[in-house]
């Protein structure tokens, strides 16, 4: 059957792709030798022929990793990345790349040097982002399941917009070896499924200890599906009621707080808990993001590897011409926004501060843990807008990420589950975000709601 299914995977992402713009490689000759072999040899490995996408700032070997940029265009890795080694050696057949916000920047896969984006629910909405190629493969059943990389809620926040699981790992879960870096102190390699148990599935192969990434955890790895007990009784969840005021749509809050019903009718606990530096979460993001990202981006010159300026006689002048027509403008902004907080008479003003406020938001999230087993709060403020709605108002674009940057900034884990439609049939989700190292009680706590509120609904752009 894993030929089967790879060569359904394959056929529905060509049939959909000019429709969805969700792949920017898709490779057909390569999946299918995969699969091949994988029949042939009887692989029993706990992934034996799955289809998967991978986000095109993941390292797959012979493919290309362009991150969305122009800048590095059809670069191919000599190498895998860590997960992308771990899945293909339990069986998993990687499909194709997929499309993203250019280096991981972005809200709505607007930012994309490949075009945007779009929609299965409706192709004149954004998709979310970064990850948004991911989502939308998801979502409009081309694969199961697929990879993408979370500095800020790029996979949480395109997963409630497109109706589908996501999953951002305690930071040091998941390898970053191979994950092309945004912001290294944010970033961290996600999960995107139909099902909650095939999320844990996933994560159970690619999470662990990895030699080649200092930051991951030398952690066990828990049997994750084994927590899908659906068992909720005496499971306590934290509601941060301030959080659900001005700005939030009221279809979305109307929505999760009937989710917080469902949690008390399975025999969960709810407790009021309070995070009173969330409301710094965005400043502070977007100053250590974007300062990370300045540096991280400095490779980027036009010497070693992808796009180089032509008629550029001088080695200065290359250098400014290849970023200038490699860069697109939200990368543009965010390097400036970065080196400017990094300088000398603006360090301690921003970037020392911001660090300070970070260590309070993980205090907030401590000191609520010792209340409760997981917080409940939206994933997006919105169901998903329109394309270039928010193009020309890049801070409107920001506040996209309000509910989900406190998760990165802290390092603990969160999952977004699929919780309804509004009256535009736009997917809404709620998220969970629980403690260090508590992906298994998120997994029972969005899989005990999977189970008393299945998400059934299909978006009307699909593979079948």
């Given at each position: 059957?894993?030929?089967?299914?790879?060569?359904?995977?394959?056929?529905?992402?060509?049939?959909?792709?000019?429709?969805?713009?969700?792949?920017?490689?898709?490779?057909?000759?390569?999946?299918?030798?995969?699969?091949?072999?994988?029949?042939?040899?009887?692989n029993a490995g706990a992934l034996a022929g799955i289809p998967i996408a991978v986000k095109d700032n993941i390292c797959v070997r012979g493919m290309q990793a362009s991150c969305g940029s122009k800048i590095l265009g059809d670069y191919q890795p000599p190498y895998n990345a860590t997960?992308?080694?771990?899945?293909?050696?339990?069986?998993?057949?990687?499909?194709?790349?997929?499309?993203?916000?250019?280096?991981?920047?972005?809200s709505s896969n607007e930012n994309s040097a490949f075009g945007p984006v779009r929609n299965p629910w409706d192709t004149t909405r954004v998709s979310g982002g970064s990850s948004g190629g991911s989502a939308t493969a998801v979502a409009a059943g081309i694969v199961p399941v697929a990879?993408?990389?979370?500095?800020?809620?790029?996979?949480?926040?395109?997963?409630?917009?497109?109706?589908?699981?996501?999953?951002?790992?305690?930071?040091?879960?998941?390898?970053?070896?191979?994950?092309?870096?945004?912001?290294?102190?944010?970033?961290?390699?996600?999960?995107?499924?139909?099902?909650?148990?095939?999320?844990?599935?996933?994560?159970?192969?690619?999470?662990?200890?990895?030699?080649?990434?200092?930051?991951?955890?030398?952690?066990?790895?828990?049997?994750?599906?084994?927590s899908l007990t659906g068992d909720l009784k005496g499971a306590r969840l934290g509601f941060p009621r301030t959080l659900f005021g001005e700005g939030l749509d009221e279809e979305v809050k109307k929505s999760v707080e009937s989710v917080v019903d469902v949690y008390r009718d399975l025999?969960?606990?709810?407790?009021?808990?309070?995070?009173?530096?969330?409301?710094?979460?965005?400043?502070?993001?977007?100053?250590?993001?974007?300062?990370?990202?300045?540096?991280?981006?400095?490779?980027?010159?036009?010497?070693?590897?992808?796009?180089?300026?032509?008629?550029?006689?001088?080695?200065?002048?290359?250098?400014?011409?290849?970023?200038?027509?490699?860069?697109?403008?939200?990368?543009?902004?965010?390097?400036?926004?970065?080196?400017?907080?990094?300088?000398?008479?603006?360090?301690?003003?921003?970037?020392?501060?911001?660090?300070?406020?970070?260590?309070?938001?993980?205090?907030?999230?401590?000191?609520?843990?010792?209340?409760?087993?997981?917080?409940?709060?939206?994933?997006?403020?919105?169901?998903?807008?329109?394309?270039?709605?928010?193009?020309?108002?890049?801070?409107?674009?920001?506040?996209?990420?309000?509910?989900?940057?406190?998760?990165?900034?802290?390092?603990?884990?969160?999952?977004?589950?699929?919780?309804?439609?509004?009256?535009?049939?736009?997917?809404?989700?709620?998220?969970?975000?629980?403690?260090?190292?508590?992906?298994?009680?998120?997994?029972?706590?969005?899989?005990?709601?999977?189970?008393?509120?299945?998400?059934?609904?299909?978006?009307?752009?699909?593979?079948?």
């Amino acid at each position: 059957m894993s030929r089967q299914s790879v060569e359904f995977s394959i056929a529905a992402a060509e049939r959909l792709n000019e429709t969805l713009n969700a792949f920017l490689e898709i490779d057909r000759e390569g999946a299918l030798t995969r699969a091949r072999e994988i029949e042939e040899s009887g692989n029993a490995g706990a992934l034996a022929g799955i289809p998967i996408a991978v986000k095109d700032n993941i390292c797959v070997r012979g493919m290309q990793a362009s991150c969305g940029s122009k800048i590095l265009g059809d670069y191919q890795p000599p190498y895998n990345a860590t997960v992308i080694e771990r899945l293909t050696n339990a069986g998993a057949v990687v499909i194709g790349k997929t499309n993203c916000d250019e280096f991981a920047m972005g809200s709505s896969n607007e930012n994309s040097a490949f075009g945007p984006v779009r929609n299965p629910w409706d192709t004149t909405r954004v998709s979310g982002g970064s990850s948004g190629g991911s989502a939308t493969a998801v979502a409009a059943g081309i694969v199961p399941v697929a990879l993408g990389s979370d500095t800020g809620g790029s996979v949480r926040q395109p997963a409630s917009l497109c109706g589908v699981i996501g999953l951002k790992p305690t930071y040091g879960r998941n390898s970053r070896y191979g994950l092309v870096a945004f912001a290294s102190s944010l970033d961290q390699v996600g999960v995107f499924g139909r099902k909650v148990e095939d999320v844990a599935r996933i994560l159970g192969v690619i999470a662990g200890r990895d030699p080649r990434d200092a930051t991951t955890a030398d952690a066990p790895v828990p049997d994750y599906s084994a927590s899908l007990t659906g068992d909720l009784k005496g499971a306590r969840l934290g509601f941060p009621r301030t959080l659900f005021g001005e700005g939030l749509d009221e279809e979305v809050k109307k929505s999760v707080e009937s989710v917080v019903d469902v949690y008390r009718d399975l025999g969960a606990e709810i407790v009021d808990v309070e995070l009173p530096h969330a409301r710094y979460a965005i400043a502070v993001y977007y100053i250590i993001a974007t300062a990370e990202a300045s540096s991280n981006l400095a490779r980027f010159d036009g010497v070693r590897y992808g796009f180089r300026a032509e008629d550029t006689p001088e080695l200065r002048l290359m250098y400014r011409r290849t970023r200038e027509e490699g860069f697109g403008a939200e990368v543009k902004r965010r390097i400036m926004l970065g080196t400017y907080v990094l300088s000398a008479g603006y360090y301690d003003a921003y970037y020392r501060k911001a660090q300070q406020v970070r260590t309070l938001i993980k205090n907030d999230f401590l000191n609520a843990f010792e209340r409760c087993d997981a917080l409940i709060t939206p994933t997006t403020p919105t169901p998903a807008f329109e394309i270039g709605e928010k193009a020309d108002d890049p801070l409107a674009m920001y506040l996209n990420d309000i509910y989900t940057v406190t998760a990165n900034l802290a390092g603990v884990p969160g999952i977004s589950v699929p919780c309804g439609l509004s009256s535009e049939r736009l997917p809404i989700g709620f998220q969970l975000v629980g403690p260090y190292w508590s992906e298994p009680t998120l997994f029972k706590l969005a899989h005990g709601y999977e189970q008393a509120r299945p998400f059934t609904e299909r978006p009307p752009i699909s593979a079948s």
